[in-house]
């Protein structure tokens, strides 16, 4: 009977116990054991999975103030302050878009530049609908499903009707 019960050592003594008893202390000590990792693992795979919303949310903010002061500058008359807007927001993309999004901000900029370019805003829509394209994918999820015939515009502000009243 003694050789078929377990025994161990606690602080000097030996406590003799059958199989059942070990068996039970065992399994405990693995689901503790289980708990303890899949605890730590969930607070792992949690807390990256709120960094990453926390930054698609920056992203998104400093896309939105670029669309914000794009759409000020473009307008005419626009003076050097909102110029100036469009400029920061601009330089602030390189600190959170990715080189997708940089590329097409770039050739976006370079036919902004252009003579051909800058005085036909229809001249816009390919490039303008890539840096469209390139932003939305960078701050969702999951990539949309934008389709590659669809052309993103400029919105046009309504006119202005204390200018209409005087004409």
């Given at each position: 009977?003694?050789?078929?019960?377990?025994?161990?050592?606690?602080?000097?003594?030996?406590?003799?116990?059958?199989?059942?008893?070990?068996?039970?202390?065992?399994?405990?000590?693995?689901?503790?054991?289980?708990?303890?990792?899949?605890?730590?693992?969930?607070?792992?795979?949690?807390?990256?999975?709120?960094?990453?919303?926390?930054?698609?949310?920056?992203?998104?903010?400093?896309?939105?103030?670029?669309?914000?002061?794009?759409?000020?500058?473009?307008?005419?008359?626009?003076?050097?302050?909102?110029?100036?807007?469009?400029?920061?927001?601009?330089?602030?993309?390189?600190?959170?878009a990715p080189?997708?999004?940089?590329?097409?901000?770039?050739?976006?900029?370079?036919?902004?530049?252009?003579?051909?370019?800058?005085?036909?805003?229809?001249?816009?829509?390919?490039?303008?609908?890539?840096?469209?394209?390139?932003?939305?994918?960078?701050?969702?999820?999951?990539?949309?499903?934008d389709s590659?015939?669809?052309?993103?515009?400029?919105?046009?502000?309504?006119?202005?009707?204390?200018?209409?009243?005087?004409?």
């Open positions: 009977m003694l050789s078929k019960m377990k025994s161990i050592c606690v602080k000097g003594e030996v406590i003799v116990m059958d199989g059942t008893v070990f068996t039970a202390l065992v399994s405990g000590a693995v689901a503790l054991g289980t708990v303890k990792v899949t605890q730590t693992l969930t607070y792992f795979f949690s807390k990256k999975h709120d960094h990453e919303a926390d930054w698609r949310k920056k992203k998104l903010e400093h896309y939105i103030e670029y669309l914000a002061a794009f759409s000020v500058a473009v307008r005419k008359g626009s003076n050097s302050i909102e110029q100036q807007r469009y400029a920061d927001a601009a330089s602030s993309l390189t600190l959170v080189p997708s999004v940089l590329i097409a901000l770039k050739a976006f900029q370079d036919g902004l530049n252009s003579e051909d370019f800058k005085h036909d805003p229809l001249k816009w829509g390919p490039v303008w609908s890539s840096l469209m394209r390139a932003m939305r994918k960078d701050c969702h999820p999951k990539p949309p499903n590659p015939d669809f052309i993103f515009g400029v919105a046009d502000g309504p006119p202005d009707r204390a200018k209409t009243a005087k004409n």
